[in-house]
């Protein structure tokens, strides 16, 4: 069994920061890689953020520069530091690991964090 615990999000004003935190537990063998996802009201899930446990990072074109996706190995947890929020940007952040258990390589997604942007 594998869980993943959001934390972090709220309302913030436009300009504003916001730090989200995923932490995962369970029987956990290794995690290949960690992301954020966000769903905006009426739209689909896209892709914000993604890391590898070497380090590399990808974002999507709208966040970059703003965002900033990091992670402890140690803790397995990954953290996005957001910047320059934009109303945009309001959504429900969800955190996805690419998780080694005991028995099986799989993806797993945390319950998700309202993130809010408005004045």
């Known amino acids: 069994q594998v869980q993943l615990v959001e934390s972090g999000g709220g309302l913030v004003q436009p300009g504003g920061s916001l730090r989200l935190s995923c932490a995962a537990s369970?029987?956990?063998?290794?995690?290949?890689?960690m992301g954020w996802y966000r769903r905006a009201p009426g739209k689909q899930r896209e892709l914000v953020a993604t890391?590898?446990?070497?380090?590399?990072?990808n974002y999507a074109d709208s966040v970059k520069g703003r965002f900033t996706i990091s992670r402890d190995n140690a803790k397995n947890t990954v953290y996005l530091q957001m910047n320059s929020l934009k109303p945009k940007d309001t959504a429900v952040y969800y955190c996805?690991?690419?998780?080694?258990?005991?028995?099986?390589?799989?993806?797993?997604w945390g319950q998700g964090t309202q993130v809010t942007v408005s004045s």
């Open positions: 890391i590898t446990n070497s380090g590399s990072t």
């Open positions: 369970g029987s956990i063998f290794s995690i290949v890689a």
């Open positions: 996805k690991a690419d998780i080694v258990t005991n028995t099986r390589l799989g993806d797993f």
